[in-house]
């Protein structure tokens, strides 16, 4: 494994978790306790995962101008989706919409992490030094555990929910 892999190797774990918990919520079907136990397992997973990267991976790529522009896009792209969690928390889990706009969500999520995975991973590896691989590995580890235990289903208000 080069100096820079292990990084990739971490975050692609946690992908790969985040694509089972999309599936076993898709398949959920009109158990509602079981998907709003998913649901809330992947809302804590995927925003505790960004929140991490931001800090591990993303604050070290935005001091390397070649990888700036790709950086800054990923971190757009998990804003974007924590705003879909947040919407899909604030549906009624029973109704269509929700599914609708569950789809929506892994569509928008399965989208981001292998543009991530394919693009940028590859791209970002080039530019880091085995010093920057060690302090990434180590701050995305310690911050994951933190900050999925402070992150919470926080539904937007009703009157906010997107139609």
């Not at 398949?27 to 809302?43: C, I, N, P, V, Y």
């Amino acid at each position: 494994m080069s100096h820079c892999e292990a990084i990739f190797v971490r975050l692609k774990q946690d992908h790969d978790h985040h694509r089972a918990l999309l599936k076993k919520i898709g398949s959920a079907g009109d158990d509602g306790e079981a998907k709003a136990g998913l649901f809330t397992e992947l809302t804590k997973e995927l925003k505790g995962h960004a929140a991490a990267e931001e800090q591990a991976l993303y604050s070290t790529m935005m001091r390397k101008p070649p990888t700036t522009d790709e950086t800054r896009h990923s971190v757009a792209e998990h804003h974007e989706i924590d705003e879909m969690l947040n919407d899909l928390a604030a549906t009624d889990m029973a109704s269509d919409e929700w599914m609708t706009k569950f789809r929506d969500l892994e569509h928008r999520y399965l989208h981001h992490i292998e543009e991530e995975e394919e693009e940028h991973f590859p791209d970002f590896a080039q530019h880091l030094t085995a010093e920057d691989e060690v302090h990434m590995t180590a701050v995305f580890d310690r911050r994951k555990k933190v900050e999925k235990a402070d992150a919470e289903v926080t539904p937007e208000k009703a009157e906010d929910a997107k139609e």
